[in-house]
RNA sequence: GGACCUGUGGUGCAGCCUGGAGUGCACGCCGCCCUGUCAAGGCGGAGGUCGCGGGUUCAAAUCCCGUCAGGUCCGCCA
């Protein structure tokens, strides 16, 4: 089936969309050369190849051409001689005969093999960026991002969002990550700063009337880098008004589930919800990955009046591993080591034995306690049983990252397990003076139950905040704002803001919310996490064509580097030497 | 800011623990041969600052210290 898009002045058809069908026909295919077999001077096969696939074309006589050349191929669609069918590319029936060769552009021999075989260094990758993305597989993950992309611009259509675009030169709003910052040419001394999300812009969006906003929106982040995240990522960002929480978890799964279907071919009948609470408690995080068990049980009561020390804690939990008897003793050390690198002050191991367990700890237990851990999770014999004694989110943190690091399967082989996490708590922990701190932003709305007990007892007030989340990785969170200005001068009151500082801060918006600001919800999910998971990909690196590497450098451009003098002459800029 | 892993012809690896001549494998590259290959095949060849610097030693790719680059993680990411 020919595609109008495959036509162009100079081809008539992409190299992987030939079959038997097209027999007789003569075309013209344009491509690099993937491969060349040359049998004397007599006969000679190049497997030519653009992002559709690889064609093989029949050259009788020699010809001059390497790999990575670039060529314009007219010849005639027929099929393979018996016995020379090659099941293994799409194309494998047919090759082109008879063919004229135009050689479009020479190339010198690449630095490294751009077939599926070899894996290459990343470094070396990134700084041949442009051949790296040239592979089959880049290809295929950057189209699966453009697909994504469009499978949830029509979804927000379809849902009646309309699409606007925010500055990325905005104000300095010191709150949360770490901002980009931007000198300002005619006004030396004073900066921009790129928008760590569209958040507050968003919201003006709001005020202003229009009631369904959407955008794919590039934010920036100016934190160290993981294998999940970049300084600039791509985020769906979206915001309604008249809605409530159900609404705008409505509007997400839609546009989740479209992305989904399109890049699996399959779409999710369910999109679990639970409570923050019960993530913690199950899960030992607010980012559960729900396609594996090994739940975190609670073993406090057991060890109440327990006479081991290492257990006189508030709180005592623990984790079954399947099989995990087997482990060595220096995996074992290893585990502890990672407990101890997240902040516990061990990790007591438990192998589920024949007799009973096997354990240092053993031998301390009261026959209650043993018990308890020998069954913990109906743990039978040959399975582990890990267990931290610590407060309640210490243990938490430390037995959901051991769950993930042992149970968790990789990205490419488990299924798709989406999960809705709502009733966030308001405020996380307290900083250094006193003040509790948003666990979200300052603009959430408080739970309607929990409003009375801003004031008394905040740490308990549960918020109106959600995240999605799909196999253990955060893809977004949202929340429903407070539109109300006694509402948040109580919040900000409880965050220790005074009034000044919020106007300093936040005083175009709390002017905006003063002329009639609707009530309004939100979220925003990251592209590049989704398309990698769709991907199969352990690192979204790996779903974006021009990364940074972990300490924030560009390979291919060398970025950062330094600007001249003139340039920062014109900005007054004057940087200090290393130190 | 911190922990761990990695760095050896163009590419991917082995060699390092237990020091002894830049040794090996696969791919690629160059030349010649080859009329149905498709990871083509045969013959020949070129190609190295063992990331960099210092130390130990009669002798360092190998051991030690430092440093740079890449990765994974902790901190950080409202």
Redesign the pocket.
């Known amino acids: 089936m020919k595609h109008s898009y495959e036509a162009t002045s100079l081809r008539d058809r992409l190299c992987g969309s030939l079959d038997a069908n097209d027999v007789g026909a003569i075309v013209s295919v344009c491509g690099w050369v993937a491969?060349?077999?040359?049998?004397?001077?007599?006969?000679?096969?190049v497997?030519l190849r653009d992002h559709s696939g690889?064609l093989?074309v029949?050259v009788?006589g020699?010809v001059d051409v390497?790999?990575e050349y670039v060529l314009r191929v007219t010849g005639t669609v027929?099929l393979?001689?018996e016995?020379?069918?090659?099941d293994?590319?799409a194309t494998?029936s047919v090759?082109l005969?008879g063919c004229s060769v135009e050689i479009l552009s020479a190339a010198e021999?690449?630095?490294?093999?751009l077939?599926d075989?070899?894996?290459?260094?990343?470094?070396?990758?990134?700084r041949y960026r442009y051949l790296d993305i040239r592979r089959s597989q880049m290809q295929k993950n950057l189209r699966l991002r453009a697909k994504v992309n469009s499978a949830i611009r029509a979804a927000m259509d379809r849902q009646g969002f309309c699409e606007v675009e925010t500055p990325l030169l905005w104000a300095p709003?010191p709150?949360?990550?770490?901002e980009f910052v931007v000198p300002s040419r005619l006004h030396p001394g004073e900066f921009y700063v790129l928008p760590?999300?569209p958040?507050?812009a968003k919201q003006l969006l709001m005020v202003g009337g229009f009631d369904r906003y959407f955008q794919i929106a590039r934010c920036l982040?100016d934190?160290?880098?993981?294998?999940?995240?970049q300084f600039e990522f791509s985020q769906l960002d979206l915001e309604a008004s008249f809605v409530t929480q159900d609404d705008i978890l409505d509007f997400v799964s839609e546009a989740v589930l479209d992305a989904a279907e399109v890049a699996t071919g399959e779409r999710p009948t369910t999109i679990e919800t639970m409570t923050w609470q019960f993530a913690r408690d199950n899960f030992g995080t607010d980012k559960p990955d729900l396609r594996f068990g090994m739940l975190i049980k609670e073993l406090s009561d057991v060890f109440a009046t327990t006479e081991v020390k290492a257990f006189s804690a508030p709180c005592v939990r623990g984790i079954r591993v399947p099989g995990g008897a087997e482990f060595s003793r220096s995996r074992l050390d290893a585990l502890t080591?990672?407990a101890k690198?997240?902040?516990a002050k061990g990790l007591a191991w438990f192998r589920v034995t024949e007799g009973g367990l096997d354990s240092p700890l053993d031998r301390f237990l009261n026959d209650a306690e043993r018990e308890a851990i020998r069954t913990l999770d109906d743990s039978e014999t040959g399975d582990l049983v890990l267990v931290v004694a610590d407060d309640y989110a210490l243990a938490c943190?430390v037995l959901g990252?051991l769950r993930t690091d042992l149970g968790s399967p990789p990205v490419s082989a488990g299924p798709h397990r989406y999960c809705w996490v709502t009733e966030f708590p308001m405020f996380?922990g307290l900083d250094e003076d006193g003040n509790p701190?948003?666990?979200?932003?300052?603009?959430?709305m408080p739970h309607p139950d929990d409003v009375d007990r801003l004031e008394s007892d905040p740490l308990s007030v549960r918020s109106q905040a959600y995240d999605l989340v799909l196999n253990g990785w955060e893809l977004g969170?949202g929340s429903v704002r407070i539109h109300r200005a006694d509402i948040q001068s109580r919040i900000f009151a409880i965050l220790g803001i005074t009034e000044e500082e919020a106007e300093s801060r936040f005083g175009f918006l709390l002017g905006a919310f003063r002329y009639g600001a609707p009530p309004h919800a939100g979220f925003a999910f990251g592209i590049d996490r989704l398309v990698a998971i769709f991907a199969g990909e352990?690192?979204i690196?790996e779903v974006i064509a021009f990364?940074?590497?972990?300490?924030?450098?560009d390979?291919m451009t060398g970025a950062p580097k330094s600007i001249g003098d003139k340039q920062l002459k014109e900005l007054r800029l004057k940087p200090q030497a290393k130190v």
């Not at 491969?35 to 096969?45: I, S, T, Y």
């Not at 016995?83 to 090659?86: A, C, E, H, K």
């Not at 934190?223 to 995240?229: I, N, Q, S, T």
């Open positions: 491969k060349r077999r040359e049998h004397g001077e007599h006969l000679a096969f497997d690889l093989q029949v009788e020699s390497r790999s027929s393979r001689p016995g020379t069918i090659n293994k590319i494998g090759e005969t021999a690449p630095p490294f093999q077939d075989r070899s894996e290459i260094d990343e470094q070396i990758r990134l709003t709150e949360g990550a770490r760590q999300s958040q507050i982040r934190e160290d880098l993981r294998a999940d995240r080591d990672r690198e997240l902040g943190k990252t996380e701190v948003s666990a979200h932003h300052p603009f959430t969170s352990e690192n690196r990364p940074k590497t972990q300490s924030g450098s390979l």
